[in-house]
């Protein structure tokens, strides 16, 4: 019984070879490029690349992994705002208090030496504080 071969021409490099017809697919004998061939009417020929693939697959991972690095950064920042908001509150409250308190305090006991005059004075600090966080712009973590 002698097998039936067929002329193939390979896509890649345009070297004919000889196949036999009941083949599925073959490999180019002069680069070694995978032929595919469905039917003896139809022989459709693809070059699978599977380096190709891989990088593909490889370069969406990384995006993946970047946006999601990105997407955390973000949430990060906007933590550290939430809490600088928080603080500067806390502290202008503190401050304003201390301030009130202590002038309305010294001003009641009629003495220009009262302790609570410095109390007063002291709440400038936490003021100064909160004030002072909005003042550096930087993003530092």
């Known amino acids: 019984m002698a097998i039936?071969?067929?002329?193939v021409k390979c896509p890649e490099c345009g070297g004919t070879m000889d196949i036999a017809q009941n083949r599925d697919m073959a490999y180019c004998t002069y680069?070694?490029?995978?032929?595919?061939?469905?039917?003896e009417n139809e022989k459709i020929y693809r070059r699978i690349d599977e380096a190709r693939i891989k990088e593909t697959e490889t370069e969406r991972l990384i995006r993946l992994k970047e946006l999601e690095l990105l997407e955390k950064e973000q949430e990060d920042k906007r933590k550290r705002s939430r809490a600088k908001i928080k603080w500067s509150l806390l502290?202008?409250?503190?401050?304003?208090?201390?301030?009130?308190?202590?002038?309305?305090?010294?001003?009641s006991t009629g003495d220009s030496d009262s302790m609570f005059y410095m109390i007063g004075f002291m709440?400038?600090?936490?003021?100064?504080?909160?004030?002072?966080?909005?003042?550096?712009?930087?993003?530092?973590?």
């Open 91 to 107: 502290l202008g409250t503190i401050g304003i208090l201390m301030f009130i308190v202590g002038y309305a305090l010294g001003e």
């Open 123 to 141: 709440g400038l600090f936490p003021l100064m504080a909160a004030f002072g966080m909005w003042g550096d712009s930087s993003d530092k973590k």
């Open 4 to 7: 039936k071969m067929i002329k």
């Open 31 to 39: 680069c070694g490029t995978k032929i595919l061939i469905h039917n």
